[in-house]
Structure formats: C-alpha cells, structure tokens
C-alpha cells in the first residue's frame, strides 16, 4: 500500500505534466506560419510585420519571381501569394499579373514585363515598384503612396489616382491619366511636375520650362 505522501506526490506529478503539455499546445497554435514569415496568433489574425504585404496573383499565362536566392514560379493553379519582402517579378509574353495590397493600391500587369517590388519597405525606399520593362500596367492607388518607377529612371508619386502605362522599345513610356488627384512627376534634380487629370504623355520627353539663355558673345563681322 502507498503512505498518503507518496500518492500525492505522484497526483502533483502528474498535473504538473498535463500543464506542461497544454501550455506546449497552445504555444504551438501560437506560432502558425503564414506565406512569407508572417505570424497568427490564437485566435487566427495575421501580425505582419510592418505594414501590409501585396498579394500576387497570376491572372493569365505565367511569371516567376525572385527573392533573394529563392526563385518561385507563378501559375494560376498556384493561386495568390502574400509577400512582405522585396522580389524581382517577370512575366511571359500576354501574361497578365495582379498585385494588390489590401484597400489601398492594385497594379495590373500585362507582360512581357520586369518589375522590382517593395511591399512594404526596402531599397527602394518605401512602397514602391520599378520597372524594367513593360507591355502596359493599369495602376490605382486609393490611399497611402505607392512611388512608379519608369525605365528610363523618372518617377511618377500617385496619391489617389488611377492612371494607365503602355510601354515601347526604348524604355519609353505611354501615361494615360485617368482619374483621381493629379500625379507627381519626379525627373531628378528636385524637378517634380503636376500631371493633372486627361493628361496623355510620352515619358520621357522635355516637360521643363525652357530656360533663358543669354545670347553668346560675337565678336565683329568682318
């Protein structure tokens, strides 16, 4: 027969092991992973890291992005990926690509096309895509800022706006805008311009105001 101290010991034991082994279950739901690293709790919400990620969907034809490293192939019997970190988007002649971040932004892609995204932050600076190359892109952004990168290096800054690129050999650029608040046209050395809306332009060509220059010195006829 067991003295009363030994039976309870055992009884504590054995408690002590089903906490444990609940509480390890629980740590367990608590750590689910989602696409790309980011995490759920409990009850299932998704804690991002900073910021929204952007979905990536194939809505036609194929595309494969690069992380790093990693290189993944995109079909659209893969279904939509979330990404919170930087990656190198290629798509395939007529292929068509949606990137979208929850109720702010979309970008619709027609390829062929190269595109450098920042979900969230990065080289780039911010949320931001640059493009390679493209065949046309319909862009909107409903809240928030999303910086476009052109080929040829000039920026476009759309705060609620929704507007249509067509690409040529060249690196040029068609811009059709269409509707919302006028874009910010960034060239470089601090030269931004308003592009108002029903604005249709070639990118790149000379938008600055010509400047004055002085008449050059001659000398006599002769």
Excluded: K, N
């Excluded at 082994?21 to 900073?50: D, K």
């Excluded at 759309?158 to 910010?184: K, M, N, Q, T, Y």
């Amino acid at each position: 027969m067991d003295r009363p101290g030994t039976s309870l010991g055992r009884g504590v034991r054995a408690l002590l092991g089903l906490c444990l082994l609940v509480g390890g279950a629980q740590a367990q739901m608590g750590r689910q992973i989602t696409p790309e690293g980011a995490q759920t709790g409990p009850s299932g919400v998704q804690r991002p890291a900073a910021g929204d990620p952007v979905r990536v969907e194939v809505i036609a034809g194929w595309g494969h992005l690069r992380i790093g490293d990693e290189l993944q192939w995109l079909t659209r019997q893969a279904g939509p990926r979330l990404h919170h970190r930087s990656f190198y988007l290629e798509l395939g002649v007529e292929s068509v690509v949606e990137l979208a971040w929850s109720g702010s932004a979309s970008l619709r892609l027609t390829g062929p096309a190269g595109v450098f995204v920042d979900p969230v932050s990065g080289p780039l600076g911010g949320r931001a895509v640059g493009f390679r190359r493209l065949a046309s892109a319909e862009i909107e952004v409903r809240r928030g800022a999303l910086a476009v990168s052109l080929p040829r290096g000039q920026r476009l800054l759309p705060h609620g706006s929704s507007f249509r690129l067509e690409g040529h050999p060249g690196g040029l650029v068609d811009l059709f805008h269409r509707a919302g608040d006028p874009l910010e046209l960034d060239v470089g050395a601090r030269y931004t311009f308003p592009l108002p809306v029903g604005t249709r332009r070639r990118l790149p060509e000379c938008i600055a105001p010509v400047l004055a220059i002085p008449p050059t010195t001659r000398g006599p006829r002769r």
